[in-house]
């Protein structure tokens, strides 16, 4: 990525500027225990990433009867296809046209698809943030809302969402309007976060320098192809973005990153700037939780 590209409003004085320096990165720290209140004092009020004892959630139904179990892993197409056949959205991307498209489909088609179709296919379909009420109503008593999700907070409940697909898969930068329990069903992936004034002067930079306002709270089309996708990823994964603005120490320009495996979970802040991308092959599975 070439910084005059940009037409940035901070000056030099604001920002740091990394020609061959990477960006340092640190790992989420994991909290010792559990317990409702353990959570509650040294990661919600506080509002800190934080992810939970390893495996802390393999006993949500789902993670073993929706999955096959083993190094590559499989949807449990004779488990989740039924009669009750709901419609739900759908992300298609083609690898080959760098092409991105939502779309409305049955849920049993989604599931065939995802159990037929090689990892080595251009064409990738994609469970994205669907809300679990929309899922058939027999399986929606496979993901039970955690005690950490209805009693740490206020136990407002704003939403609940799967995330289903074959690897690799990606999500863009992005930040979400309440506290986020984000937890690994199958697969694996790789969260990368960082805080709020970070995560804004690199989403605002490359919105500037496409010419454009944007919001980071929706996941839009042009999020997810295109120039503005690469731009973003290549800021967070691949550490081509040489800019941040607005930041404090140099502490403070830290990545965060988390390796989520199944069963476990990550605790996002409000606010918090992340990245996620699901590694390896076979398919990968991920519900959340946005609270208060």
């Not at 073993?64 to 009669?83: A, E, H, I, N, S």
């Not at 996941?219 to 290549?234: A, I, P, S, T, V």
């Not at 700037?273 to 092959?281: D, L, R």
Request: include cysteine; glycine fraction near 10%; aromatic fraction near 10%.
């Amino acid at each position: 990525m070439r910084l005059k590209r940009f037409n940035f409003s901070y000056t030099l004085s604001q920002c740091r500027l990394y020609s061959d320096k990477i960006r340092p990165l640190k790992h989420v720290r994991t909290l010792k225990e559990g317990s409702v209140e353990h959570f509650r004092q040294e990661a919600f009020l506080p509002a800190i990433p934080t992810l939970l004892p390893r495996g802390h959630f393999r006993r949500i139904p789902a993670v073993y009867k929706w999955f096959t179990p083993g190094p590559r892993v499989y949807l449990r197409d004779d488990y989740l296809v039924g009669k009750d056949n709901p419609i739900v959205p759908l992300e298609l991307t083609r690898s080959s046209q760098d092409s991105f498209q939502r779309m409305l489909a049955p849920f049993n088609l989604f599931v065939r698809w995802a159990r037929t179709t090689p990892s080595s296919s251009p064409e990738r379909l994609y469970l994205a943030q669907a809300q679990v009420d929309e899922l058939p109503h027999r399986l929606q008593g496979d993901l039970p809302t955690p005690d950490l999700v209805s009693q740490a907070g206020k136990g407002d409940i704003y939403d609940t969402n799967i995330w289903i697909g074959l690897a690799p898969t990606y999500t863009p930068l992005h930040r979400d309007p309440n506290p986020n329990l984000f937890v690994q069903l199958a697969g694996v992936k790789v969260v990368r976060l960082c805080p709020p004034h970070t995560g804004a002067a690199i989403y605002e930079g490359v919105q500037r320098g496409l010419g454009r306002n944007g919001s980071a709270t929706i996941r839009g089309d042009e999020m997810m192809c295109g120039e503005e996708k690469n731009l973003l990823e290549n800021a967070v994964w691949d550490n081509g973005s040489k800019f941040v603005g607005n930041i404090g120490s140099a502490g403070e320009n830290m990545f965060y990153e988390a390796t989520l495996r199944k069963g476990d979970g990550l605790f996002i802040p409000k606010g918090w700037w992340h990245s996620i991308k699901g590694v390896g092959e076979g398919m990968i599975g991920s519900v959340n939780w946005w609270f208060r």
